[in-house]
């Protein structure tokens, strides 16, 4: 099947400029400016009116969900009231179609996608066709997920094809055939620096959604506090979790909170994945339980967002129990198969003690029936073939060994020269572990932080000069700052010469950490529009996308944006509708 490139399909249907919507002379110009771009569109120069009596119809019971969740899209978001039904065929005129179809041979015919899967499912699942008519929407996928990743374009022209609340939205007749490129495609969400409510992290779920990401890794263990009920270990949250955090929110979710949120990922086929970061990062656990043994050796005592102060000790009995306790509790409320393990920046622990802890924490996991994501260091344990091992450091714009997760310059004139040396140490090893991950066959979750850390400070001016304030305060002062366009200028699948996109990658995920975050609002400026240039990345084949016409599709985003009310960085290099 011959590949139609995204944006020459417009001009050569539409003839037009670059991606400049279609349009019919009763409703003007219609947008259909999908973000991550789809494989395969074809447009043409109709319109289908979706009216406040429109249906919603499924064809299978497995899609009633779907079919309820994309009503509820266009109440909120459009303010129509959508009637959802269960029927066998199409019903011309009368709405949206939801179809499940096994032997779809243009969906067939979509290569797989590389990588591995959160959830164990078939990375196929997810190939969905988008096909709209002047007289109805019909949306068919291999699999009831598919089905979904469709209804999120779906999602995404209606709320980009404004009009008053309640009013018939018209929208571009089209057909889309798509697919993924990475079949792991993430957020690490930092709830330890700053924590988020129970609704501000479904809120970013929905978000996530909406650009087909479909893991949530949640980090919810470091120095800042401990953000999840572990009943057997109680202080873990009742004195870990509430830890004074520079007068930022502080609290933990309580093991119902827990599952409500895996449970409302689920809806939406996002897998979440829970982070304990251990050995290091661990201060929260030593206020709540300080008879535990301190594996490093250091001569001074700071309290400095985002250093790993202490370490759980391998040869300690009541540290070995406590992780037993801990995993398997988070196992039996975790469906998903990976949990992960952290350990990064151990600094001040022996080698032969970070490489035990590990290796012993990652056989707790397998004995709890789950699979292991460990940062990259981790290579330098004995890792099992198939293990996930997540790159991080990334030399175009690692933070400079004497000032890493550094936040101020007034906290690096206080960073001990001890502490300087351990982690100008750390830094030299970092160059290793690719090697080392390849060479034990681990699946590569690729998280350069040039790329893809989404705390990196904003280095164009917004066009919005309300946000100079916010801008300014935002970011971690380490990092070089980065144009949205520089952070978006990179292949997954030629990161590294040494990679096979088929056989070494396990996907894209993108990171948040909260040094400087200090409020929801802040959470939501640093994400977008970035978030958005990540998940393109680990959606769309490279070939199908480039800076000058994504920043175009990406314009159009705002009216889905504000839609929502998310505070956005209003960059200068995009036109902002």
Not at 197 to 217: F, G, P, R, S
Not at 244 to 250: A, F, M, S, T, W
Not at 459 to 472: F, H, I, L, N
Request: proline share 5%.
């Amino acid at each position: 099947m011959k590949k139609i490139s995204y944006w020459r399909a417009f001009a050569a249907i539409c003839g037009f400029g670059l991606l400049t919507a279609c349009s019919s002379p009763e409703v003007g110009p219609r947008n259909f400016n999908l973000v991550p771009a789809p494989t395969q569109t074809t447009v043409t120069k109709s319109n289908f009116a979706l009216k406040p009596n429109s249906v919603i119809s499924y064809s299978d019971p497995s899609l009633k969900g779907i079919a309820n969740d994309l009503a509820a899209y266009a109440k909120r978001q459009a303010g129509l009231t959508l009637t959802v039904a269960e029927a066998a065929t199409p019903q011309p005129g009368k709405g949206i179609f939801l179809s499940l179809n096994a032997t779809n041979q243009k969906l067939a015919a979509l290569p797989a996608a590389y990588g591995v899967s959160a959830k164990e499912g078939n990375p196929a699942d997810e190939r969905y066709a988008l096909d709209i008519q002047a007289d109805n929407i019909t949306i068919e996928g291999l699999a009831a997920e598919g089905v979904y990743r469709g209804a999120t374009s779906l999602k995404q022209l209606i709320a980009g094809n404004p009009a008053a609340p309640g009013e018939t939205r018209y929208l571009p007749t089209l057909s889309v055939v798509d697919n993924p490129r990475f079949a792991w495609r993430g957020l690490s969400l930092d709830v330890c620096r700053c924590f988020f409510t129970v609704d501000e992290v479904k809120q970013v779920i929905d978000l996530m959604a909406l650009y087909k990401l479909n893991v949530l890794h949640m980090h919810l263990t470091d120095n800042e506090g401990w953000r999840v009920e572990i009943k057997s270990h109680p202080k873990l949250t009742e004195i870990g979790g509430t830890l004074e955090n520079d007068g930022k929110p502080v609290g933990f979710f309580t093991q119902a909170q827990y599952k409500d949120i895996v449970a409302y990922a689920q809806e939406r086929f996002i897998t979440v994945v829970p982070e304990i970061d251990l050995p290091g990062h661990t201060k929260a656990i030593f206020a709540a339980y300080p008879e535990l043994r301190n594996a490093t050796k250091m001569n001074f005592d700071l309290n400095m967002s985002g250093q790993a102060i202490g370490a759980l000790d391998v040869d300690d009995p009541k540290a070995t129990q406590l992780v037993k306790d801990v995993i398997a509790e988070l196992a039996a409320m975790t469906p998903g198969s990976y949990i992960h393990i952290g350990g990064d920046e151990t600094w001040g622990l022996s080698e032969d003690k970070y490489v035990r802890f590990v290796d012993q924490t990652r056989r707790i996991v397998k004995e709890q029936g789950k699979k292991v994501v460990g940062w990259q260091e981790s290579a330098r344990t004995n890792l099992d073939e198939g293990d996930l091992m997540q790159y991080w450091v990334h030399y175009k714009n690692t933070p400079s060994a004497d000032n890493a997760s550094d936040t101020t310059k007034k906290k690096k004139s206080t960073m001990p020269k001890e502490l300087q040396e351990m982690m100008k140490e750390a830094f030299m090893k970092n160059a290793k572990d690719m090697g080392l991950g390849l060479e034990k066959k681990a699946r590569i979750i690729l998280s350069p932080s040039g790329y893809v850390y989404l705390d990196h400070p904003y280095k164009e001016a917004s066009v919005d000069s309300t946000q100079a304030a916010e801008q300014g305060r935002l970011g971690l002062a380490g990092y070089t700052k980065q144009t949205i366009a520089e952070m978006y200028d990179w292949n997954p699948a030629k990161f590294d010469d040494r990679l096979d996109p088929a056989k070494d990658i396990a996907g894209v995920e993108a990171a948040i950490w909260c040094e400087t975050v200090r409020s929801f609002s802040d959470l939501q400026f640093l994400l977008m529009p970035r978030l958005a240039g990540v998940a393109e990345k680990g959606w769309s084949a490279v070939e199908n996308t480039n800076w000058d016409e994504y920043k175009v599709r990406l314009a159009s985003h705002s009216l889905i944006w504000d839609a929502m009310n998310w505070n956005y960085f209003k960059s200068s290099l995009v036109d902002w509708k």
